[in-house]
């Protein structure tokens, strides 16, 4: 017993560091595919968001409204809608939860 309880601490203490790892590498995955998600949003709304021509920029808007608006296409909410409606179909929820965080995080130029 003396000796196992060592050994039992020590499986513990090195689960959790591995499962830090795991988590941290976890975040790291989603940021990257956040980035790759949101690099295809830039084509048309401008890179990072901030230049638009005819289509709306994203960049340092509200994240409350993009969010809504994005959920509102995906449920054919919107009327006015040329592309959008199908392009938030292609993602989840919690997708457009965090594109709409990212662009609101991107600062206007
Ligand atoms: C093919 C071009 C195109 C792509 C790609 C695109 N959008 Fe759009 N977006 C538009 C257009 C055009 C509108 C105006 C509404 C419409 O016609 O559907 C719009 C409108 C919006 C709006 C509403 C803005 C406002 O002022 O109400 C949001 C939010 C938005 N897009 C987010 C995104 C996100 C997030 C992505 C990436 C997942 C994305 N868009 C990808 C063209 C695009």
């Known amino acids: 017993m003396n ?3 060592p050994r039992a601490a020590t499986a513990v203490l090195g689960a959790c560091l591995l499962l830090g790892a795991a988590q941290q590498a976890l975040a790291d995955d989603y940021d990257l595919q956040l980035e790759v ?3 295809g949003c830039a ?3 401008g890179t990072d968001g901030t230049r638009a ?3 709306p920029p994203l960049a340092g808007r509200d994240a409350d409204y ?3 608006r ?3 296409y995906k449920r054919d909410e919107v009327a006015d809608t040329t592309i959008m ?4 179909k292609g993602f989840s929820d919690d997708e457009l939860t965090s ?4 662009f609101a995080n991107v600062e206007q130029e």
Do not use: D, T
Request: glycine residues 8%.
């Open 99 to 102: 594109l709409a965080e990212h």
């Open 85 to 88: 409606n199908r392009i938030a």
């Open 3 to 5: 000796v196992r309880l």
């Open 37 to 39: 998600m949101a690099g």
């Open 43 to 45: 084509n048309c709304h």
């Open 66 to 68: 993009l969010q809504e």
């Open 53 to 55: 021509g005819s289509v």
């Open 70 to 72: 994005l959920l509102a």
